[in-house]
């Protein structure tokens, strides 16, 4: 795919989708390129594998494609997308379940550490931060990431999750204080990212 356009509020975004729907081939390439990184973000956080998210990514915008000339505006383009990516999720690890694959690799763990990029500034920080947020509960790593990583508003973060508003400010709440408790119990976790680094 093409490179991720300047961040575009919610409203040009929306504006795109509907004249995508309308059959503007320009204004489909813009949607795409506006929210592929918001939409391979969320799923990788909810997979929790690299080559699951670029395929549940692609399933999203696949799925909203064809679905584009039923979108009416009723919400952002953007809630209305990170809605979809949540089923392609669900119907993925449902599918999943049905049918558990099994590893090549004798040990997975260090073939993906092995495979990570190192040495660059704030990497290390990155991932000791990302391993503290994957150990949230789903909720609250659901609602975290959308509203603190993808930076919807509360209102729409609900809207994807179907939920009430409340609960989307509650869970990020608690998110929080659970991180902040994470990083008050064990700051040897980053200060040996830390060291590491120098």
Do not use: K
Request: proline share 5%; charged share 25%; net charge negative.
């Amino acid at each position: 795919m093409s490179p991720a356009l300047p961040a575009v509020n919610d409203e040009t975004i929306t504006a795109w989708a509907l004249a995508a729907a309308d059959g503007d081939s320009e204004a489909v390439d813009r949607f795409v390129r506006a929210l592929q990184r918001d939409v391979r973000r969320y799923v990788a956080y909810l997979v929790d594998d690299a080559q699951d998210a670029d395929d549940l990514a692609q399933d999203t915008f696949l799925r909203a494609l064809t679905a584009l000339h039923r979108f009416e505006g009723r919400s952002s383009a953007r809630v209305w997308l990170l809605s979809i990516a949540r089923r392609a999720v669900a119907d993925s690890l449902r599918r999943a379940a049905r049918r558990p694959r099994t590893g090549d690799t004798a040990n997975w763990e260090v073939a993906v550490e092995g495979s990570q990029p190192t040495g660059l500034p704030g990497f290390d920080e990155g991932l000791a931060l990302m391993h503290l947020v994957d150990a949230l509960p789903a909720d609250r790593r659901e609602a975290f990431l959308l509203t603190q990583v993808c930076g919807l508003p509360y209102a729409e973060a609900a809207r994807v999750v179907r939920c009430p508003v409340g609960t989307i400010r509650s869970r990020v709440s608690r998110a929080r204080l659970s991180l902040t408790e994470m990083l008050a119990d064990e700051p040897a976790t980053l200060h040996r990212f830390d060291a590491a680094a120098a």
